[in-house]
């Protein structure tokens, strides 16, 4: 079997080439051949990931396309008659970034406008959760599956005692981008520091937008809960592991989520989650999981974050509850629905 | 214990008897992380303006040093090409800001039109109405 990754764009910390060299340590294992291409090369990508332009594609070979952005170069690929594969990588709606970075914005509204032509022209298109993959129905896919993101607990440590001597702790996994909503988990942190533990401390990690937008997320943590909101990018493993160690309850309000992998890193290191049900959350979430509805006022996702940090209990059952739902994205489960999909195409 | 299927409901009713008792008075609606980039015409021709800073080029390997000083040297020496790229370029985009400065202008213009159109309209109809005969049945 050979296969071929196709990406828009590889980079050393970008999920998406994260997960397509995962596939291809997969399919390494698997024996099968094939090499990983992309339009655009980070420069400080290691030589794992070749430029499109090298791409040579015998007749029977699989090609498998990483969508999650606008890539005028992969389009032309479609024309080929190979078997296709799509993995569409939810790409967020346009209008969340207008105000803060119209060119994220126009490749969005354009990533999302080609979306039907990727979905129409593939034998087969994955979506990473069922929410996704509606998506691509939508867009006209003539058959689609579900692919979840592969998580490996294997390269996360032991959970670890948590240490409840200590103000309570909240943590927010997930980058600072406008439709992750970090503005809404700062004003219902501020109203639980008002409300309820008022040494309380929130820290924020992950990827800035851009550093003006890291800078205005800053301003506004300053505004509303001074010196109590850490905020940290570009964070090494260990040291994400150990912030989920600290937490007592991990709060996501984020808008658009194609799958949400904070959600099951959390459920990994027993902290209890209160998250808004956007997109793919209340499906990977499911029953583990203190879930807001999106037009909820935001007071009650305070009293929830109290519930999780102050009922012993209810922490102990959503603990129970979320190793349970990690049964579900167990990692070789996972590996085998991939390569289940891509020998359905190979064998048609 | 709070079962965590019943935790939304509690949480609601806290809410609502937090705030009979007075709490939950905070309106933090006006803490809003504001719009970084606001696009105005001025802005638009700003950027149009293409003026790349050499400073931006360089190497990102470890020893890149060398890497970086013969990029500045191939730009500076392929200036007169680029200096003429860069003009091209800023030309159109000047020519499509103020295009779309052009329309924008235009859709104000219809959009008071219509406003006045439509007040005309509502006259016209309140008019008629008191004017209306008195239904026979």
């Given at each position: 079997m050979?296969?071929?990754?196709?990406?828009?764009?590889?980079g050393p910390?970008d999920a998406?080439?994260?997960?397509?060299?995962q596939f291809?340590?997969?399919?390494?294992?698997?024996?099968?051949?094939?090499?990983?291409?992309a339009?655009?090369?980070?420069?400080?990508?290691?030589?794992?990931?070749a430029?499109?332009?090298?791409?040579?594609?015998?007749?029977?070979?699989?090609?498998?396309f990483?969508?999650?952005a606008?890539?005028?170069k992969l389009?032309?690929?479609l024309e080929l008659?190979?078997?296709k594969?799509l993995v569409?990588?939810?790409?967020?709606?346009a209008?969340?970034?207008?105000?803060?970075?119209?060119?994220?914005a126009?490749?969005?509204?354009?990533?999302?406008?080609q979306?039907?032509?990727?979905?129409?022209?593939?034998?087969?298109?994955?979506g990473?959760?069922?929410?996704?993959?509606a998506e691509?129905?939508?867009a006209?896919?003539?058959?689609?599956?579900?692919?979840?993101?592969?998580?490996?607990?294997?390269?996360l440590?032991?959970?670890?005692?948590?240490?409840?001597?200590?103000?309570?702790t909240?943590?927010?996994?997930?980058r600072?981008?406008?439709?992750?909503?970090?503005?809404?988990?700062?004003?219902?942190f501020a109203?639980?520091?008002r409300?309820?533990?008022?040494?309380?401390?929130?820290?924020?990690?992950?990827e800035?937008?851009?550093?003006?937008y890291e800078?205005a997320?800053?301003?506004?943590a300053?505004?509303?809960?001074?010196?109590a909101v850490?905020?940290?990018?570009?964070?090494?493993?260990?040291?994400?592991?150990?912030?989920?160690?600290?937490?007592?309850?991990l709060?996501?309000?984020s808008?658009?989520?194609?799958?949400?992998?904070?959600?099951?890193?959390?459920?990994?290191?027993?902290?209890?989650?209160?998250a808004?049900?956007?997109g793919?959350?209340?499906?990977?979430?499911a029953d583990?999981?203190?879930?807001?509805?999106?037009?909820?006022?935001?007071?009650?996702?305070?009293?929830?974050?109290?519930l999780?940090?102050?009922?012993?209990?209810?922490r102990?059952?959503?603990?129970?509850r979320?190793?349970?739902?990690l049964?579900?994205?167990?990692?070789e489960r996972?590996?085998?629905r991939?390569?289940?999909?891509?020998e359905?195409?190979?064998?048609? | 214990m709070?079962s965590?299927?019943?935790?939304l409901?509690?949480a609601?009713q806290?809410?609502v008897?937090?705030?009979?008792?007075?709490?939950y008075?905070?309106?933090?609606?006006?803490?809003?992380?504001?719009?970084v980039?606001e696009?105005?015409?001025?802005?638009?021709?700003e950027?149009?303006?293409i003026?790349?800073?050499?400073?931006?080029?360089y190497?990102?390997?470890?020893?890149?040093?060398?890497?970086?000083?013969f990029?500045r040297a191939?730009i500076?020496?392929?200036?007169q090409?680029?200096?003429?790229?860069?003009?091209?370029?800023?030309?159109f985009?000047h020519?499509v800001?103020?295009?779309?400065?052009?329309?924008?202008?235009?859709?104000?213009?219809?959009?008071?039109?219509?406003?006045?159109?439509?007040?005309?309209?509502?006259?016209?109809?309140?008019?008629?109405?008191d004017?209306?005969p008195?239904d026979?049945?």
């Open positions: 050979i296969v071929h990754q196709l990406l828009s764009g590889a910390v998406v080439t994260g997960q397509a060299r291809r340590d997969l399919f390494d294992r698997w024996g099968w051949r094939g090499g990983d291409f339009a655009y090369l980070d420069p400080r990508m290691d030589g794992a990931v430029p499109l332009s090298g791409l040579v594609a015998g007749p029977g070979d699989l090609l498998l990483h969508y999650s606008y890539s005028p389009t032309a690929l008659p190979n078997p594969l569409s990588h939810n790409i967020t709606p209008h969340y970034f207008w105000d803060h970075e119209p060119t994220i126009i490749n969005c509204a354009i990533g999302r406008a979306l039907p032509q990727f979905a129409q022209a593939v034998d087969l298109a994955a990473v959760s069922e929410y996704n993959t691509l129905r939508n006209g896919a003539r058959h689609t599956t579900v692919l979840p993101i592969l998580f490996d607990r294997d390269r440590p032991a959970p670890g005692e948590a240490d409840r001597a200590r103000p309570p909240i943590l927010c996994v997930g600072l981008t406008p439709h992750k909503r970090q503005d809404d988990v700062l004003r219902a109203l639980y520091r409300h309820h533990a008022p040494d309380a401390r929130l820290m924020l990690v992950g800035p937008l851009t550093p003006r800078a997320v800053r301003e506004l300053d505004e509303l809960a001074p010196g850490t905020i940290e990018s570009n964070l090494a493993a260990a040291k994400l592991w150990e912030r989920y160690r600290r937490a007592d309850a709060i996501s309000l808008e658009h989520e194609g799958f949400c992998i904070p959600l099951l890193e959390a459920f990994h290191f027993g902290v209890p989650v209160v808004r049900a956007a793919g959350v209340p499906e990977v979430a583990a999981a203190l879930l807001v509805d999106l037009d909820e006022e935001l007071a009650v996702a305070t009293e929830l974050l109290a999780a940090i102050s009922d012993d209990e209810l102990a059952e959503l603990r129970r979320g190793r349970a739902r049964a579900d994205y167990e990692f996972g590996a085998q991939l390569r289940e999909a891509v359905s195409l190979s064998a048609e | 709070t965590p299927e019943l935790a409901e509690r609601r806290e809410v008897r937090r705030r009979d008792a007075g709490e008075a905070d309106d933090l609606g006006g803490f809003r992380i504001e719009p980039v696009l105005t015409t001025e802005k638009l021709l950027w149009a303006l003026e790349p800073d050499i400073e931006r080029v190497s990102t390997r470890r020893w890149g040093r060398p890497i970086t000083a990029k191939l500076w020496a392929t200036r090409y680029h200096g003429q790229v860069y003009g091209e370029q800023t030309r985009n020519h800001t103020i295009y779309a400065g052009q329309y924008r202008d235009r859709v104000r213009e219809l959009e008071q039109e219509v406003a006045r159109l439509s007040g005309r309209l509502d006259r016209l109809e309140r008019s008629t109405r004017h209306d008195p026979p049945a």
